[in-house]
């Protein structure tokens, strides 16, 4: 990067990334298309996006626990499943050819987007949560899987954790939430160590994303979760599909 005004688009894109993230999800589908038309490869970008990825999820199990919402430890549970699933989701993404990588993400993105459309709407009520026995076992085996996609891509995978945990283990949206920052933190480490190891990752640029992340994060894991959903669910599909179609037809 080049121009000053990129790291300031940095921290913006950052902020409203990290903001749809902890409401929800979807929002690597903006910081990585982002970071690919700042001209850093497909694989250094998604490697980059992940040095924001953890700061922002830290940051976000730090904002839900001081409005004390936890699941702990049903959380590391999964989550430590998830981080062995990540390290091969991860190998995976260091090797596979830029232009594939981006017909991939464009098309994920499309996926993603007519899932927040047609996603069963969640309620906010309160339920009997299922944390342990069998429900606790296969939330373990999904969330292994959950963990190499995450390892290799990211993007989108929020809305499948919410879903699954508030559909299959009764959570709350609220307390999903929680357990979803926490997982992809502790996936997103050995995701970002295998592309460490690689080479892929330009600190400079991470920790300047991670800035407004951190901040959005923040911000949303503070506020009413409730209504996050409806304020960036036009503007995310509108990007996606901007992006989606910039990464399909115009490498």
């Not at 062995?84 to 090797?95: C, K, P, Q």
């Not at 997103?188 to 640029?205: C, G, P, R």
């Not at 951190?214 to 503007?235: E, L």
């Amino acid at each position: 990067m080049e121009e000053w005004y990129h790291y300031v688009l940095l921290v913006l894109v950052g902020f409203i990334v990290g903001f749809i993230n902890t409401v929800a999800g979807g929002g690597s589908l903006i910081s990585l298309p982002f970071l690919i038309f700042l001209g850093l490869p497909p694989s250094v970008a998604n490697g980059t996006n992940r040095v924001a990825i953890v700061i922002q999820n830290a940051i976000g199990v730090a904002g839900f626990k001081s409005k004390g919402v936890t699941t702990f430890p049903f959380n590391i549970y999964l989550g430590i499943s998830a981080f062995f699933g990540s390290i091969l989701g991860a190998s995976i993404a260091v090797d596979i050819k830029g232009e594939t990588f981006n017909k991939i993400l464009a098309v994920i993105m499309v996926l993603v987007v007519l899932t927040i459309v047609f996603k069963p709407k969640i309620k906010l009520q309160e339920l009997k949560e299922r944390l342990t026995g069998k429900y606790l076992w296969i939330g373990i085996i999904v969330f292994f899987f959950i963990g190499i996609y995450g390892g290799f891509i990211n993007a989108g995978i929020g809305f499948v954790i919410l879903l699954f945990l508030h559909y299959f283990n009764h959570m709350t949206l609220v307390r999903a939430n929680a357990t979803k920052v926490a997982v992809v933190f502790m996936y997103t480490l050995s995701a970002l160590a295998v592309f460490i190891f690689n080479d892929k990752v330009i600190w400079e640029v991470g920790l300047v994303l991670a800035i407004g992340n951190g901040a959005g994060a923040w911000v949303s894991s503070r506020i009413s979760v409730g209504k996050g959903d409806g304020y960036v669910k036009m503007f995310l599909i509108i990007m996606v599909i901007v992006m989606a179609v910039k990464l399909w037809f115009f490498n």
